[in-house]
């Protein structure tokens, strides 16, 4: 399977400032990865679709100037929360697909806790 | 759109069976895939399904009834360490997944 990472694992910032996560492939060229957001107890929703080279996708809901993400290379997704408040706190997770014989596997990195003052 | 629906919670005893139920409607289906994921962590595949059937990998099995619009995990000679969340997700069309509001299982000695 992909090994995913992101960085940093856990931020703490004050409400107004930008933070920035990184999401790496480790050892699989991914042309799209994807960036979800779960709060606590609930299930992952999907944020947005990263297409290396390109414009994001961003799902209904999002908005784009505030989460903003760039896949500059085939190995790193960034997502950049803009002018962050207390209601951005969350777990960030992505992912990328891989096909694994007949299926498309998503791996998925082991997280960004954000937690905004 | 997606529909997903998974109960909340559940609870089980060392060594026994659970099975876990989710129910979706959708327009179109690529697949249906059951994640683990612990507190605080990533999630981790478990099983997949696309055709009607049981698929099984070792403790963990998963069900799948297209027409009806349901699949299970079943989680067999259960462990402390299977204490976790369940997430059912949905591949409609493309590579996007859904993902239901996951079941927290618990297991007891």
């Known amino acids: 399977g992909a090994v995913v990472s992101q960085h940093p694992s856990r931020v703490i910032c004050k409400s107004g400032t930008s933070v920035k996560i990184e999401c790496r492939s480790l050892d699989f060229q991914a042309t799209t990865m994807f960036w979800y957001r779960q709060f606590p107890k609930q299930s992952l929703m999907l944020m947005a679709t990263?297409?290396?080279?390109?414009?994001?996708?961003?799902e209904q809901g999002v908005e784009k100037d505030k989460f903003l993400i760039n896949h500059a290379s085939l190995t790193l997704s960034t997502l950049t929360v803009t002018s962050a408040h207390p209601e951005d706190s969350s777990f960030y997770i992505c992912s990328l697909e891989v096909l694994q014989g007949r299926l498309d596997e998503q791996f998925f990195g082991p997280g960004t806790r954000l937690t905004v003052l | 759109g997606q529909n997903i629906d998974q109960p909340t919670e559940m609870t089980a005893t060392e060594g026994a069976i659970v099975q876990i139920n989710c129910t979706y409607q959708t327009s179109g289906f690529n697949g249906l895939f059951w994640y683990q994921q612990h507190a605080g962590e990533a999630p981790t595949f478990l099983s997949y399904?696309?055709?009607?059937g049981l698929e099984e990998k070792g403790r963990f099995s998963s069900f799948l009834s297209r027409s009806k619009g349901y699949s299970y995990l079943l989680l067999k000679e259960l462990q402390m360490k299977d204490s976790a969340s369940y997430l059912c997700?949905?591949?409609?069309?493309?590579?996007?997944?859904?993902f239901g509001g996951g079941t927290r299982v618990l297991v007891k000695p």
């Open positions: 990263s297409n290396e080279g390109s414009k994001a996708t961003y």
């Open positions: 399904n696309v055709l009607d």
């Open positions: 997700a949905l591949k409609a069309a493309g590579n996007k997944l859904t």
